[in-house]
């Protein structure tokens, strides 16, 4: 995940461990020696040599991974490898001295210390970094100027500057950035070549002559390189050192920070009701135990929250704490930040920068508009009706209105469903989708109707200008309503008392319609066609 929102500040130092395998006195580098090869890294990378500052230094670590005291530098003894005297490390990953190397001095945790080895070695001449995020410096070149700093360069994802390049042919720089180095104002240049213009393509021609990343000088990083060695720490897998408690002394009271952030949510799914549930892994770095916490929630840059969290956190230890459930409203992706304000009562702590941390997250809102519909319209009611944010089960009823009588649920394609009048779904909001349901109804016949329809003259039908209604003898009818073919009431007419009725029907369109009379307590449905 890259964290767009990391920021760094002054005190932006990545720890270092130096594990110096030595076979016999002279290869044992001295502490001094290696003191003064991170004073030489920190004073070219942060550009008082020439050239950009990287923006962030480094320093050796003062606590190992168990928390205890360190000077951050290992001096182990290699004289057990097999040929490491003679031969020492070579260029190849899996070589049986390189494995030897590793074993007798094995790397401390990556994510919280950059590990550099002080090694014998024949193979090359400066330094190699051929295994991730492993640095190796051959012993006789610790005091090299611009050694460890191309290393550096290597290990935050930058190319030589002649990237591409063979004794003999220029790099391919048509697009330059993604062309040989990748950095736009590095000149593409042969290997072996420091001094003639003969490459060309973009970049500055004199300055990568005297660039970190060319075999020809160690003098300055471009702004392109610059940018570049940002990208790479502000990804999660670097930035975690920025996070690291390796440069905090074991002996510091309060020191808390915030590692991580995380759903407890699967967000690979929809989030139920919308609801996020954001957990933080707060790291208690110092002697003091942590009992409350307070910290401000940012989301998109807006805060959200002030949190208050009674828990209990002891030195030396981390733990996930679960945030009250945040309301997301829409779909996309949330930039989430957390800030410690406050740990117990204090609000200043040893390393203030590891108090903020902020990640990207994608999220899933939905609601689905699960709705049941009467056909025709007027004919029944339909309860149920809903839109659904989690994973739930929805009955949709279906109830007759006089004069009706269900008959079946449909689906949206006129697929049968049942003829129960009450349709129960579970809905997946992952896998589905708005869905519409159609309960039919059927116009119930009375067994009267003959009784009625002798009574009741409509005429004429099909009807064109004008429909006549009788009702001869009787009296006691009261309302005609009008329904159109799709369900809606186009007209009420009350009739108490009338004997005959004419409707005028030049505002009507030509279909079928239905008129539903009422007769004390019971309805009589007729169709009627408009030409
Ligand atoms: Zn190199």
Same mark, same amino acid.
Request: cysteine-free; glycine content about 14%; overall charge negative.
């Given at each position: 995940m890259q964290n767009e929102c990391q920021q760094l500040n002054g005190d932006t130092i990545l720890p270092i461990v130096v594990h110096v395998v030595y076979f016999d006195a002279a290869s044992n580098v001295s502490d001094q020696a290696i003191k003064n090869m991170i004073d030489t890294l920190n004073y070219e990378w942060t550009g008082k040599k020439g050239g950009e500052n990287m923006g962030f230094s480094f320093a050796l670590a003062k606590? !190992?991974?168990?928390?205890n005291l360190t000077n951050g530098i290992y001096h182990v003894d290699g004289s057990s490898i097999p040929n490491y005297a003679t031969? &020492? =490390?070579? #260029? +190849? =990953?899996?070589d049986p001295i390189n494995l030897g190397i590793m074993n007798v001095a094995p790397a401390w945790n990556k994510d919280k210390y950059i590990n550099i080895w002080i090694v014998q070695s024949n193979a090359f001449s400066g330094a190699g970094a051929y295994l991730y995020r492993t640095i190796m410096i051959r012993n006789v070149n610790v005091v090299t100027s611009g050694n460890l700093t191309h290393e550096m360069g290597h290990f935050f994802d930058l190319f030589h /500057?002649?990237? &591409? #390049? /063979?004794t003999t042919q220029c790099p391919i720089d048509t697009n330059p950035y993604f062309d040989g180095d990748k950095c736009a104002d590095t000149h593409p240049h042969k290997m072996a070549d420091c001094g003639s213009t003969s490459c060309t393509g973009s970049g500055s021609i004199p300055d990568v002559f005297i660039n970190y990343m060319s075999y020809c000088g160690s003098k300055i990083f471009t702004p392109d390189q610059k940018d570049r060695v940002f990208a790479s720490l502000s990804r999660d897998e670097r930035w975690c050192l920025a996070l #690291? !408690? &390796?440069?905090?002394? #074991?002996? +510091?009271e309060t020191e808390v920070s915030v590692d991580s952030i995380r759903f407890l949510n699967d967000l690979s799914k929809p989030l139920c009701d919308s609801l996020g549930i954001i957990q933080m892994k707060v790291s208690n770095s110092g002697t003091k135990q942590i009992d409350s916490l307070k910290s401000w929630l940012y989301i998109n840059d807006s805060l959200i929250k002030n949190i208050t969290s009674i828990e209990s956190i002891s030195p030396y230890t981390s733990k996930w704490i679960t945030l009250q459930p945040t309301k997301f409203e829409f779909s996309g992706s949330y930039n989430i930040k957390l800030i410690l304000k406050k740990f117990n009562s204090d609000t200043v702590d040893y390393k203030m920068s590891n108090n903020s941390l902020c990640s990207d997250f994608d999220i899933i809102v939905k609601g689905i508009l699960v709705n049941g519909v009467s056909n025709p319209l007027n004919a029944g009611t339909i309860t149920g009706s809903q839109i659904v944010s989690c994973d739930e089960r929805v009955i949709l009823t279906a109830t007759a209105n006089n004069g009706f009588t269900f008959d079946h649920w449909e689906d949206e394609f006129g697929n049968f469903i049942t003829t129960n009048n009450a349709y129960s779904r579970d809905i997946n909001l992952q896998l589905e989708n708005d869905q519409t349901y159609y309960a039919k109804f059927t116009i119930l016949t009375d067994v009267n109707s003959n009784n009625i329809e002798n009574n009741v003259m409509i005429y004429p039908n099909p009807a064109h200008d004008h429909l006549s209604i009788s009702f001869r003898n009787q009296t006691n009818f009261q309302k005609i309503t009008i329904i159109n073919s799709i369900g809606s009431i186009i007209q009420e007419i009350d009739v108490v008392n009338l004997k005959d009725v004419t409707i005028d029907l030049k505002n009507y369109v030509r279909g079928n319609y239905f008129l539903s009379i009422i007769k004390d307590k019971g309805v009589y449905n007729f169709k009627c066609v408009i030409l």
């Open positions: 606590r !190992d991974p168990n928390g031969q &020492g =490390a070579q #260029s +190849v =990953a899996n /500057t002649f990237q &591409g #390049s /063979t #690291s !408690d &390796g440069l905090i002394p #074991s002996n +510091v």
